[in-house]
């Protein structure tokens, strides 16, 4: 079965870290443009970092503070995210070429 599975969102305070995790079944990273996207209810997904061979791109909001980064022994992809900011609160979803994840949730609340 072809599937992307993310985990390690919750609950983090302003300024705090957070790493997601997003790993595959049935694909590789390697293979694919890989990234991040998030949603806040009422608002489009919005692409938040990707790999693509070996470019990298991150939205504006996040550069600075995001990493985006893959283990191609493991075949996982991660996200690692500093100085969080309320504003930062959605759903963040893994996509791998066409296949999406089921999302984890990261609320960034004091």
């Known amino acids: 079965q072809v599937q992307v599975v993310e985990s390690g969102g919750g609950l983090v305070h302003p300024g705090g870290s957070l790493s997601l995790s997003c790993a595959a079944s049935?694909?590789?990273?390697?293979?694919?443009?890989t990234g991040w996207y998030r949603q806040v209810p009422g608002k489009k997904r919005e692409l938040v970092a990707y790999?693509?061979?070996?470019?990298?791109y991150y939205t504006s909001s996040v550069k600075g503070r995001f990493t985006i980064s893959s283990d191609i022994a493991k075949n996982l992809l991660y996200l690692h995210m500093n100085s969080l900011a309320p504003t930062d609160t959605a759903v963040y979803y893994c996509k791998l070429g066409d296949l999406w994840g089921q999302g984890t949730q990261v609320t960034v609340s004091s």
């Open positions: 790999i693509s061979g070996g470019s990298l």
């Open positions: 049935g694909r590789l990273f390697r293979d694919y443009a």
